[in-house]
């Protein structure tokens, strides 16, 4: 599924990107309520193409997690 992100996400996204490429094996992104970390979180999940551990707060973002990840990949 392509996925269209917002600027704010795609800039995130590219970040992330290069901080894994410069050996980084720990990353954190930090976005306001609603600003879409969770599909940043699966779409870089996605890229890595490796096992990742996401660490949430409950249990309705556990499920909003699961949901995307059932959305997008």
Excluded at 15 to 32: I, K, M, N, Y
Excluded at 46 to 52: P, V
Aim: charged share 20%; glycine share 8%.
């Amino acid at each position: 599924m392509a996925l269209t992100l917002r600027r704010h996400q795609a800039e995130a996204r590219d970040a992330l990107r290069a901080a894994h490429e410069a050996g980084h094996d720990r990353t954190w992104v930090v976005l306001p309520p609603g600003a879409g970390k969770t599909v940043l979180g699966v779409d870089h999940a996605l890229w890595l193409g490796r096992t990742t551990v996401v660490f949430c707060p409950n249990t309705a973002i556990v499920g909003q997690w699961i949901d995307t990840w059932d959305r997008l990949r």
